[in-house]
């Protein structure tokens, strides 16, 4: 294979393309087009953009994520909290509507897009790990809960709006009295037919004798109907005229070639905003594309995805569109239709670019009321609150994170809710790794194995103490461990060996490797000797490459057994082996 095609994985796929595979994913593709036209003009909606913007974002992103990305099943497009999060950032900087909201738009899609390409050239997608799965389902169910109320004012036919939950429902109330009450039957319809069809359509259909792939085309289908039924009675009964709010015009047309403004003011505006949508928006979309690779046996490239993305938001940048990333339900839905490589998503694109050019007219007395529906339920979706009660049963230092994550995201705002994620996550590895679990170990009667003193009854030497780190040791518990250490040391007279059992560190940097040397020291002033025992290979490199080794009081043997055999020998009043009690209870 080419080096080439390490970043074009289509000209892997692409050689075994045959004609079965290409049926397959025609047939998916027209199954995923007739759901994203109006979830696409919904997100549109959502973001602060025309209707348009959101057919555009999805054609030529999909187009670039078929070249560049590796997974057969993922669907790139506008998606909710994507969506949400892009008209907060857009909103601090110009007014919806305006030109210069649509320009902003553009520029942060090339911004995140090549973000995104940075990280994936770089290798930098470990970055995203530093977001802890609890904290992003925290911030997608504060997110879904915001999305969903903010969108109840098209469903009223009210002005308002809001940047969190506080300000949302303050605009909502004293908006209240001027309820539009033709706009509240179309949403309320809208928005209750799209639950039926979400829970009890297919089951019926099925029931009825319908096969199972054409009874799950029927219920995806289920918005576009909500579509056509709501326009039609808003054509028929002139209720544009009445104060029902409709999308109005929109162009006939392809993407069209739009610029970006890289303004150096706008870009300093915008850069923390891409920074934290590119992340979110790789986070949801690896999470989806690995999962779904995971029922296939097959793989996706964390870097190359990246890339994928990164294209594809550069395409959504200077086509007219807005960020786009991988979503959960298209994606779902383009696998279970059948899709077999990422062609099902160019076909898909084709099919937008079609209703772009075609059907725009149709829409002209569509309901804003019923993009809202369509959003609220399926953002609904997203909303689980259960994480906290399943954080709270397994970790309290979790459920902390995903409450704050929750209260930040919903009293102040995404952008804030992200951040306090981001912080919260690596605030609490700091803290967890800060104070490293240390277990003083003994043998096991008749092995070579050493286990916690606490845990199991296990055989000492009164003048050897064994302790065993289970954590690598860095700046953030250095002092940590020499503190433990010499208060151990010092509680306990008999003690003339101190073995340090390595087996779970993996790294010493240069604070760690400072205060070994510290421990060292004073370890020898009180003639007591240090020890090594089981350090891995690239550790040992490491502490070859400074004097540590050429000082150290004692040795550094192969393993813990070997450690104890030495210094016991080594002991001129070396005790024989006691047997501890039974185990009490301990924590590791």
Request: one cysteine or more; charged letters at 15%; a neutral charge.
């Amino acid at each position: 294979m080419p080096p080439i095609a390490r970043y074009l994985p289509i000209l892997d796929w692409g050689r075994r393309y045959d004609r079965d595979t290409l049926s397959d994913d025609l047939i998916a593709a027209v199954i995923v087009t007739i759901m994203l036209i109006p979830q696409s003009l919904a997100y549109a909606l959502l973001a602060g953009m025309p209707p348009e913007a959101g057919l555009y974002a999805s054609i030529a992103p999909i187009m670039l994520y078929a070249i560049f990305g590796t997974s057969r099943a993922l669907a790139v497009g506008p998606v909710a909290v994507v969506s949400l999060m892009t008209a907060a950032a857009l909103g601090q900087i110009a007014q919806q509507g305006t030109i210069g909201y649509a320009t902003a738009a553009l520029t942060l899609a090339a911004l995140s897009g090549v973000i995104l390409l940075a990280m994936g050239l770089f290798r930098l997608g470990f970055l995203a790990n530093f977001l802890s799965h609890p904290v992003i389902a925290g911030f997608i169910t504060a997110s879904g809960v915001i999305i969903a109320v903010g969108q109840l004012r098209h469903v009223l036919g009210i002005a308002g709006g809001g940047d969190n939950l506080i300000e949302l429902v303050e605009s909502l109330l004293r908006n209240l009295p001027d309820t539009n009450f033709h706009t509240l039957a179309l949403g309320a319809s809208a928005t209750a037919f799209l639950f039926w069809v979400r829970r009890g359509l297919k089951p019926m259909l099925r029931r009825a004798g319908l096969g199972p792939r054409m009874a799950d085309i029927f219920a995806k289908a289920g918005p576009v109907a909500a579509v056509v039924a709501t326009t039609l009675v808003v054509w028929g009964f002139d209720l544009a005229n009445r104060g029902v709010a409709i999308v109005g015009e929109v162009p006939q047309s392809l993407p069209p070639l739009t610029l970006p403004d890289f303004s150096p003011d706008l870009i300093g505006q915008l850069f923390l905003p891409a920074l934290l949508i590119s992340v979110i928006g790789f986070v949801e979309s690896i999470s989806v594309a690995q999962t779904l690779a995971a029922k296939k046996r097959e793989r996706v490239k964390p870097d190359q995805e990246l890339i994928g993305l990164g294209a594809a938001n550069l395409g959504a940048a200077f086509s007219g569109g807005f960020p786009v990333t991988g979503g959960f339900s298209r994606s779902v839905v383009n696998f279970d239709a059948g899709a077999r490589t990422p062609a099902a998503g160019a076909f898909t694109a084709v099919g937008l670019a079609i209703a772009a050019l075609a059907l725009t007219p149709l829409i002209h007395f569509l309901p804003k009321a019923t993009l809202a529906a369509t959003i609220i339920v399926a953002v609904l979706s997203l909303v689980d609150f259960t994480i906290l009660t399943r954080a709270w049963a397994y970790s309290k230092a979790d459920f902390l994170a995903v409450l704050t994550t929750i209260l930040v995201t919903l009293g102040f705002g995404v952008e804030l809710g992200v951040s306090s994620g981001v912080a919260i996550s690596i605030l609490l590895y700091l803290f967890r790794t800060s104070r490293p679990h240390i277990a003083e170990v003994g043998r096991i009667p008749g092995t070579e194995h050493f286990r916690n003193i606490l845990r199991h009854k296990v055989e000492t030497d009164p003048g050897t103490v064994s302790l065993r780190v289970d954590e690598s040791l860095y700046f953030a518990n250095a002092r940590f461990l020499e503190d433990y250490i010499l208060d151990r040391v010092t509680r306990d007279k008999a003690i003339r060996n101190v073995i340090l059992q390595c087996t779970a560190v993996n790294e010493i940097d240069m604070s760690a490797l400072e205060s070994l040397e510290a421990i060292n020291t004073r370890l020898g002033e009180m003639g007591l000797s240090l020890h090594l025992s089981e350090v891995k290979g690239p550790v040992m490199d490491r502490l070859k490459q400074s004097h540590f080794l050429d000082v150290l009081t004692g040795r550094v043997f192969l393993s813990q057994h070997e450690a104890v055999l030495a210094t016991m020998q080594r002991g001129a009043s070396a005790s024989p082996l006691d047997t501890t009690p039974e185990p009490r209870q301990a924590q590791g």
